[in-house]
């Protein structure tokens, strides 16, 4: 069996199981806080096993088991409200309404019985949210490109139903000047051999800060560097280098993070990326519209978690809570953000 063949075999186990299982209470709300970053979430090294390119998703993969079961939700619905919880909104001053800033597009292909749609976009300095459906295929590769053709790296979010509908984000790069919109490119393909479902489209653009910080702290015989920040109306991108990067065992550090805001909030973080054998800088993502947090902001690493170096040569992996390591600082960063 190929790697191919297995990944199959391993997504189609896991959306059987998922039929079996019957949801508690609340359920949905506890997906979309995943989504959000306000839960923790698993999310693979890109060297990894699972690779958003080859036709399987990692959060999907997992969050297909509390997603397929039970309640059956329409694209629209649930689209809406995955997005909603990762798309800024304002509110409409004459009625009151939440509006989310995602633009609707509703555009779909049909080739040989497969329907690929378009559905939701959003674009701001940290990154680019779409919401899309597939149906009459289980397996596909979605990439992004912008107007001159370079492709957008993956974000850390993919997430979906068997259904077919799926949110991806993808890492917004480096724009010139403040513009209104970007021109984008979505290639949703099915197999290597056919060509791809191609959407054009134009997305409004929201921009941000970054804030240069260049921060040094060391604590526990660790140097961590904070070196900036990323404002967006989206989430707040925390950008980090960690010196060593590895303990003794190899194992690369991840970072726990909070945030002390300017107003007296306390915004934490569970989802990171990065610090890894192919990407040297740690980015921890924030949830939440912060740009209009002016004035002192306390960034306080908490802990350094080492969990067990990736043995390539193995499919899977099973260590036990004590193979990893927690490094205790705090290592505290104060900025000023105007």
Do not use: C
């Not at 806080?33 to 698993?42: I, S, W």
């Not at 509908?165 to 979505?186: A, E, Y």
């Not at 929201?206 to 560097?225: I, L, W």
């Amino acid at each position: 069996m190929d790697r191919t063949e297995f990944e199959q075999d391993l997504q189609g186990f896991f959306h059987n199981e998922a039929d079996k299982v019957k949801h508690s209470e609340g359920w949905w709300n506890k997906v979309v806080l995943m989504a959000t970053g306000e839960k923790p979430v698993y999310t693979a090294p890109k060297s990894g096993f699972f690779r958003r390119k080859l036709f399987l998703i990692p959060l999907a993969v997992i969050l297909a088991l509390t997603v397929t079961g039970g309640t059956v939700y329409g694209y629209s619905s649930l689209l809406k409200e995955v997005i909603g919880g990762m798309v800024p909104s304002v509110e409409n001053e004459e009625t009151g309404e939440s509006i989310s800033l995602a633009w609707e597009y509703n555009l779909s292909q049909t080739i040989d019985g497969v329907t690929a749609s378009l559905e939701y976009a959003y674009a701001d300095i940290n990154k680019v949210v779409v919401g899309i459906s597939v149906k009459g295929e289980k397996y596909f590769a979605v990439s992004l490109y912008n107007a001159n053709g370079q492709e957008l790296a993956d974000g850390p979010i993919g997430l979906g139903s068997a259904n077919g509908d799926w949110v991806w984000t993808f890492d917004t790069p480096d724009i010139d000047g403040n513009p209104s919109s970007l021109n984008l490119r979505i290639e949703i393909s099915i197999s290597k051999d056919k060509e791809p479902f191609i959407f054009e489209f134009e997305v409004p653009y929201y921009d941000g800060k970054v804030v240069n910080v260049g921060q040094m702290v060391e604590a526990a015989g660790v140097r961590v560097e904070l070196e900036s920040l990323l404002i967006s109306p989206s989430e707040t991108r925390a950008i980090f280098y960690i010196s060593p990067q590895t303990d003794e065992q190899g194992s690369y550090a991840s970072l726990l993070l909070e945030v002390l805001l300017p107003d007296g909030t306390l915004a934490n973080s569970n989802m990171g990326s990065g610090n890894n054998p192919i990407e040297d800088a740690a980015t921890k993502y924030i949830n939440g519209d912060f740009t209009a947090q002016y004035g002192e902001w306390v960034i306080t690493v908490t802990e350094l978690v080492y969990t067990p170096p990736i043995d390539k040569s193995k499919l899977y992996q099973i260590h036990a809570p004590s193979d990893t390591v927690r490094l205790a600082g705090p290592w505290v960063f104060t900025v000023w953000v105007e």
